[in-house]
C-alpha cells in the first residue's frame, strides 16, 4: 500500500540553525501538508500546499517557516532560525485531491521528531 | 470557524470492558469529513475511520465501532472487549470540504487498558 515517507525520523539541533525536513507524498497525490505536535499536545495545521504553491498556512506558519517541492516527488518544510520552542513533531499528509482535497482522506507520514537544544 | 472537542483527557479501563471516546465538532461547512486516529506510543498517526457528513450510517469494524450523530454534532468512538494494546492516545479530526482541505484536531483522549 502506498505511504507517505518522512526523513529523518528525528533531528537534534542547535538553537538559530536551519533545519530541512523531507517527505515524500503518495505518488499520485496533489495536495501536500505539514502539521506540527508539540509533546502532549494536540496536532496543529501549518500549511497546505498545492499546485506549487501555499493554499492555506495558519497562525504559526510565519517567515521562518517555507515549504517547497524541488522536484516531483519531496516536500520539504524549512525552519530558518529554529527556536526552542520549534521542538516538536512534524508531520507531513498527502492528499489525492482529484475531487478536490476536501473530499479524500489525508494520509500522514510517521512523522520527524525535531529537539532543538 | 472549525473546532473539535474531546472532552475526555484520560480514560482507565481494564481489559476486556468497553469504552467510548466522545467527539463534539463545530463546522460551518456543509460537507465535511470526520476522522478517528490512533497515535501509539511510538508517535505515528495511524488512521482508523473516515465518515461523510452526508452518511450517518453507523459502521462496525470488528472490535471498533462508530456513532455519528449528525443532530448533535458527535462522532463518538467504541472499542468493544477493550486490550492493552488499545492503549494509545486517539484523536478525532474535522476536515473540511474546502479544495485547501486542512483537518483539525481534538486535543487527543489518552486511552489506558489494564491487564
Known amino acids: 500500500e502506498p505511504e507517505v515517507t518522512q526523513t529523518p525520523s528525528h533531528q537534534v539541533t542547535q538553537m538559530g540553525q536551519e533545519v530541512i525536513l523531507r517527505c515524500v507524498p503518495i505518488?499520485?497525490?496533489?495536495?501536500f501538508y505539514w502539521y506540527r505536535q508539540i509533546l502532549g499536545q494536540k496536532v496543529e495545521f501549518l500549511v497546505s500546499?498545492?499546485?506549487?504553491?501555499?493554499?492555506?498556512k495558519s497562525e504559526i506558519f510565519d517567515d521562518q517557516f517555507s515549504v517547497e517541492r524541488p522536484d516531483g516527488s519531496n516536500f520539504t518544510l524549512k525552519i530558518r532560525s529554529t527556536k526552542l520552542e520549534d521542538s516538536a513533531m512534524y508531520f507531513c499528509a498527502s492528499t489525492g485531491g482529484l475531487r478536490g482535497a476536501g473530499q479524500e482522506t489525508q494520509y500522514f507520514g510517521p512523522g520527524t521528531r525535531l529537539l532543538v537544544l | 470557524a472549525q473546532k473539535v472537542t474531546q472532552a475526555q483527557t484520560e480514560i482507565s479501563v481494564v481489559e476486556k470492558e468497553d469504552v467510548t471516546l466522545d467527539c463534539v465538532y463545530e463546522t460551518r461547512d456543509t460537507t465535511y469529513y470526520l476522522f478517528w486516529y490512533k497515535q501509539p506510543p511510538s508517535g505515528e498517526l495511524v488512521f482508523l475511520i473516515r465518515r461523510n457528513s452526508f452518511d450517518e450510517q453507523n459502521e462496525i469494524s470488528g472490535r471498533y465501532s462508530w456513532n455519528f450523530q449528525k443532530s448533535t454534532s458527535s462522532f463518538n468512538f467504541t472499542i468493544t472487549a477493550s486490550q492493552v494494546v488499545d492503549s494509545a492516545v486517539y484523536f478525532c479530526?474535522?476536515?473540511?470540504?474546502?479544495?485547501?482541505?486542512?483537518?483539525?484536531f481534538g486535543d487527543g483522549t489518552t486511552l489506558t487498558v489494564k491487564p
Open positions: 479530526a474535522l476536515k473540511g470540504g474546502t479544495n485547501a482541505g486542512k483537518s483539525t
Open positions: 505518488s499520485n497525490h496533489l495536495y
Open positions: 500546499f498545492y499546485n506549487n504553491e501555499i493554499s492555506e
